[in-house]
């Protein structure tokens, strides 16, 4: 299969990536021969098998909603962002 | 046992030449001291590094500090833990509180975590000092170890060639002796791999055997937390120290962390081994074949019945991986948008803009991941893609759980080539996923696997994959000492 360059470029902003020109014509290229390669997937015969999402067959793991320990005090945070601090609160820019 | 020529003579220590036990009872004999001990990775960084490339950050100060802390542990006759004053390094992807982590990328330049990951909160528990952080493919993504902002570390054994990856720094700092052992992160291979390509042992658990809690995560169905050392044994100290619940990773389980070294024996009689013919087939390096099969002959000279068993979906495997290992990405990767952390661009006029201009920072190989996972997770495209895929992922787990009904491990080959040369498959990304069709289907399964070295080809170091089942890790390491010892 050959993926379009307006295939790469719809893809791209789905995953909020900025590719120059020549990034969208190698990805064109490389992804479309590793999308190719996937088709040997349709050679397993997958009738009536359920999809395995992850090996530990772990359901609900659930734990008391109690704070046992801090993983860093606001100080520690504080001292770590790069960020600009007004009022020891964190300043990043508007998402809402 | 006080020397006036000690000073002198620990000058000279080579930690290339010491295993974490002889380490531990030198520092509890007092023959000599954690800071020393902590100087003398510290010297082999410094002759080294300009070479191997397989530190992006040294933390001199504060492993210094550490040892001092467990020195004076010692001076005050009290008990250590067989890890305490072991210098260490970490894969970048770790967090470690106070210490650069960029996890290999551009786009987390000069981060410093609030917070240690579970895994290094343990080692520091243990009183273990940690020298740096290494070098690797960014977030995880590749296995060369040359994708990445930041150098490519070199192997040992020859350093026009890659160290393998993603953990590449971290097997490259056990094999030249800068660090007792390192922490690596194995997803599809990327411990054992590296492990085979630098002749050293790594150790990847079962999916659930040890943490995952601050450690970037790359594909959270397939993360493992696991390690390198130049020993078998010095590889089980770490991971019984590191395995275990934990409340802050759901997915560990609830169960024991044994004590594996006591399961060491000389033999291997009533152990049955199986040697899968799908792993012995075209691609694989004739020089790798060889020390394989002596290696695999070796396990039935000390006792192990070999069993031929066959794996049939172990074809698929590398392509179920590569539609599931990106799209988990995809969503993974969602949360490098420069907002909270890492550099970001100042003077935005508008949102989108930061997210764009943020995320350019990724390497080529982590954007072509992430564009194959937001490919097959879009609308039309789920069900082909990565519901097949997990498919098949279930018919890989029957084959080896079908397997491990016969026998209690499985024997093959790491690496079907030894290290290749740096930019040899580079520009071609496919030829580099297929590299890793021996240690992919362990993965998609969650067992555990390790790399012991079993030999040479062409003066490169060939590794032994021992597979086992799910919490069979006193059993690989097991097999792993016989050849170890043989």
């Given at each position: 299969m050959k993926l379009t360059p307006q295939q790469v470029l719809h893809v791209a902003k789905l995953a909020k990536l900025k590719l120059s020109e020549e990034e969208v014509r190698l990805f064109a290229d490389q992804l479309s021969r590793v999308l190719d390669y996937?088709?040997?997937?349709?050679?397993?015969?997958?009738?009536?098998v359920k999809p395995m999402f992850q090996s530990t067959g772990l359901q609900n793991e659930m734990r008391e909603d109690l704070v046992k320990r801090d993983l860093a005090s606001a100080d520690e945070v504080i001292e770590c962002t790069n960020r600009d601090v007004e009022n020891r609160q964190i300043v990043v820019p508007r998402v809402i | 046992m006080a020397c006036p020529y000690n000073k002198i003579i620990n000058f000279f220590m080579d930690l290339k030449e010491f295993t974490i036990r002889r380490l531990h009872e030198g520092l509890q004999n007092k023959e000599f001291s954690a800071v020393e001990v902590a100087q003398a990775a510290f010297k082999k960084i410094d002759e080294t590094e300009e070479n191997l490339q397989a530190y992006i950050t040294l933390a001199k100060e504060t492993a210094l500090k550490e040892a001092g802390e467990v020195d004076e542990k010692i001076k005050n006759n009290e008990q250590i833990s067989i890890l305490a004053g072991i210098p260490y390094s970490s894969k970048d992807l770790y967090m470690t509180k106070g210490v650069q982590s960029t996890c290999g990328s551009k786009i987390l330049e000069g981060y410093v975590p609030p917070f240690d990951s579970t895994v290094i909160r343990k080692l520091k528990e243990n009183g273990s000092v940690l020298v740096g952080k290494n070098t690797g493919d960014e977030f995880g993504h590749g296995a060369s170890s040359e994708n990445t902002g930041f150098a490519v570390p070199r192997n040992?054994?020859?350093?026009?060639r890659v160290c393998g990856g993603s953990s590449g720094g971290s097997a490259c700092a056990v094999a030249s002796g800068s660090a007792m052992f390192s922490l690596g992160t194995d997803t599809g291979g990327s411990i054992r791999q590296p492990a085979s390509m630098c002749g050293v042992v790594g150790v990847k658990p079962t999916y659930g055997r040890v943490s995952r809690f601050g450690v970037a995560a790359m594909a959270s169905s397939l993360d493992t937390m696991g390690c390198f050392a130049k020993t078998i044994e010095d590889a089980a100290c770490v991971l019984k120290a590191i395995a275990g619940k934990d409340e802050y990773d759901l997915?560990?389980?609830d169960r024991e962390v044994p004590d594996y070294i006591s399961f060491f024996k000389d033999d291997l009689k009533g152990v049955k081994v199986g040697v899968p013919k799908e792993y012995f087939g075209e691609g694989i390096e004739e020089g790798v074949k060889l020390a394989v099969e002596a290696a695999i002959k070796k396990l039935g000279d000390v006792g192990a019945e070999l069993v031929d068993i066959s794996l049939p979906h172990t074809k698929y495997g590398v392509a179920a991986y590569y539609i599931i290992c990106p799209c988990e990405v995809s969503a993974n990767m969602a949360k490098y948008d420069g907002l909270r952390y890492g550099p970001t661009l100042k003077d935005a006029k508008e949102l989108e803009e930061i997210y764009l201009e943020n995320r350019t920072k990724f390497h080529a190989e982590v954007k072509r991941r992430i564009m194959v996972g937001t490919y097959a997770l879009s609308s039309g495209y789920y069900d082909a893609y990565y519901l097949k895929a997990q498919k098949v992922r279930t018919l890989v787990k029957r084959d080896f759980d079908e397997a491990f009904e016969k026998v209690d491990v499985i024997a093959c080959p790491t690496s079907p080539t030894v290290a290749f040369k740096i930019g040899e498959k580079s520009n071609d990304p496919l030829a580099m996923y297929l590299g890793d069709v021996f240690t992919i289907p362990a993965s998609l399964a969650g067992l555990c696997g390790l790399n012991v070295p079993c030999g040479f080809s062409e003066n490169l170091p060939v590794g032994l994959q021992i597979i086992g089942p799910q919490f069979g890790e006193e059993k690989i390491l097991q097999a792993g000492k016989v050849i170890e010892n043989s």
């Open positions: 996937m088709k040997i997937l349709n050679e397993a015969d997958t009738e009536d | 040992p054994y020859d350093h026009e997915t560990t389980f």
